[in-house]
């Protein structure tokens, strides 16, 4: 992977829109610049294809195939956000260590020219006091750790904060501040289910136009490719790397939390910048990233599911032993098997008080559980009753493991927002989730995994191989039968017991059964976008939300074989694979 990257690197030092430093005065036609747009061009391509920020700074009005039309409309942005940002961004480049150019493999600082070309950057070889203040760490004067501890801070969010950070400090230890330019592609609009030619901006963490004939500092070629939204993956376990009993209980808990870091890494690099972790991770997970001491998506958490005893959250076995295989219990993981409504009550509040995102219950038995039964509805009324109110209490949404119909509609009718897996959905789970407007996350790829586990380890329990052989069609006649019926559908893969790193593999399964590669998109899009509340935010490609993309080798509208077509991914404006 990588994608066609020029001179990504580039650092202007003429002052521009942005408030670089001023060596020279600008001229009336500089040779490039950070805020130069072209007007679009006559002809069939002038056409602007999505609202973007005109000449005098407001967001232009939204065009035919505008993917602001019907939700997820995004915030405007107008010259008021952008001048706080840059005065903002002007007290960071005035630090020593950001004003360095970039330096290609043979050594040469290059810089973006117009037409996006790799320019040699003179100004680099001069010497004087630019070239000390490069050649020097800027961390000997403690600069640089302040600026990526406010780096981290910043992204410690799945909110809707418009400034982002604009210096950036790359793996290579060069702080940047670009407009980011993806040039040419073809820019895919999940609401209208159609895509264009277009370039995207992006600043900081930001998209800050969409358009054609657009221009930046730095350019990425997407010529002949697909330009999508980064994905979204809405039930992921980065604890876990499968679910082979005997394995994990030689694994030290130290240890998961390392793997989780390369799942978490492998995750981001597939393509998906957005993830909800259905159990397994906890804050510490969060918050690690947030601080930037590991790489991948940005993340919910449910920390813990909850379960009855005998449910499918609780690891006891015929020996009567309790070994705590999957879901050991820790300080940050406090334990969710509960029976009765006062311990319902007191589990719920230990999530949110670890920092649960949202809660997660199991209202039916699962596979994986060696002694429950996925048919079965699992936990009382009551207790769904009283995890609900606490839950709206902390303002937290609940996904629902639910499989069995009983299960699913026990769920429904409490006001879960989600059923995950729904494997054997029937009319009337179905026609109930429709008027509730709850969602289905199928996780296709999980009893494919089980399945794939039971044939090569032998830490899988014979009744979990059973459980996965006997859920695969009716899985399938359920998701197709939930997509006929009109029920809202976000993409989740279960990896963790599916490989990580295989996320869109999900998209290809959907597609097998009739879903379009259109609808396929837009559930790891802006539908898994609106589950997660951050709609706002994420899951198309316009101005004001975040600049996380994903270019696919092709210009064609498709899933098949999605993971081999990920060419580039922009993770909040930066480049991570
Ligand atoms: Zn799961």
Not at 57 to 70: E, L, N, S, V, W
Not at 146 to 156: E, K, S, T, V, Y
Not at 334 to 350: L, Y
Not at 353 to 363: E, L, P, S
């Amino acid at each position: 992977m990588g994608g066609d990257l020029a001179g990504r690197h580039h650092v202007c030092s003429r002052r521009c829109a942005h408030g670089f430093l001023p060596p020279f005065r600008r001229s009336a036609e500089p040779a490039y610049g950070h805020a130069r747009r072209r007007r679009p061009r006559a002809g069939p391509r002038g056409r602007q294809l999505v609202g973007g920020i005109g000449r005098s700074g407001r967001r232009t009005a939204p065009q035919p195939g505008c993917a602001h039309r019907a939700v997820g409309r995004p915030r405007t942005v107008d010259r008021g956000d952008l001048r706080h940002r840059t005065a903002r961004s002007r007290d960071r480049r005035a630090l020593p260590g950001s004003r360095r150019p970039s330096r290609r493999a043979d050594g040469a600082a290059h810089r973006v020219g117009r037409g996006g070309r790799t320019q040699p950057d003179h100004r680099a070889r001069r010497g004087g006091a630019g070239a000390d203040v490069d050649e020097r760490t800027v961390s000997d004067r403690g600069v640089r750790s302040a600026a990526d501890h406010r780096a981290g801070h910043r992204r410690n969010c799945i909110d809707n904060r418009l400034d982002q950070h604009v210096v950036r400090a790359t793996p290579d230890g060069q702080h940047v501040t670009a407009r980011l330019l993806v040039r040419g592609g073809h820019v895919f609009d999940p609401i209208g289910g159609t895509a264009g030619p277009a370039d995207v901006v992006v600043e900081g963490a930001r998209i800050v136009d969409v358009g054609v004939g657009l221009d930046g500092d730095t350019a990425i070629d997407a010529t002949g490719r697909l330009v999508v939204p980064g994905f979204i993956d809405c039930h992921v376990h980065v604890l876990l790397d499968d679910v082979d009993t005997l394995r994990l209980l030689q694994t030290p808990l130290s240890l998961r939390f390392f793997q989780a870091a390369r799942n978490l890494r492998l995750t981001l690099r597939a393509g998906v910048t957005t993830i909800r972790d259905a159990a397994g991770a906890d804050l510490g997970v969060k918050q690690a990233l947030a601080a930037g001491l590991i790489d991948g998506p940005d993340m919910q958490i449910a920390i813990g599911m909850l379960s009855q005893t005998g449910g499918h959250g609780d690891e006891w076995l015929p020996t009567g032993e309790c070994v705590h295989a999957l879901w050991p219990p820790y300080p940050g993981r406090p334990s969710t098997v509960v029976d009765g409504v006062d311990e319902m009550r007191r589990a719920v509040r230990e999530l949110v008080r670890a920092g649960a995102d949202v809660i997660k219950v199991a209202t039916t038995g699962g596979v994986i559980s060696p002694r429950s039964d996925p048919r079965r509805a699992q936990l009382a009324e009551e207790e769904l009753a009283v995890m609900m109110a606490e839950a709206r209490a902390a303002h937290l949404h609940v996904m629902a493991h639910a499989q069995g119909a009983q299960g699913v509609k026990n769920a429904v009718r409490a006001g879960v927002r989600s059923i995950e897996h729904g494997v054997y959905l029937d009319d009337e789970a179905v026609d109930m989730m429709v008027k509730n407007g709850t969602w289905l996350v199928p996780t296709l790829s999980a009893p494919h995994a089980i399945l794939r586990q039971a044939d090569t380890s032998g830490g899988i329990a014979d009744s979990t191989r059973e459980k996965a052989a006997a859920a695969l069609e009716a899985h399938e006649a359920s998701v197709r039968l939930a997509h006929a019926a009109g029920v809202r559908i976000a993409m989740g893969t279960d990896a963790g017991i599916s490989r990580h790193g295989e996320n869109l593999r999900e998209l290809e399964l959907m597609n097998r059964l009739g879903i379009s590669a259109v609808d396929a998109l837009r559930a790891a899009s802006t539908a898994a976008a609106e589950l997660l509340d951050a709609g706002a935010d994420i899951g198309e490609l316009c101005p004001g939300k975040r600049a996380d993309m994903v270019i696919l080798e092709g210009p064609e509208i498709s899933v098949e074989q999605l993971p081999e077509r990920v060419r580039t991914v922009i993770h909040r404006g930066t480049v991570v694979a």
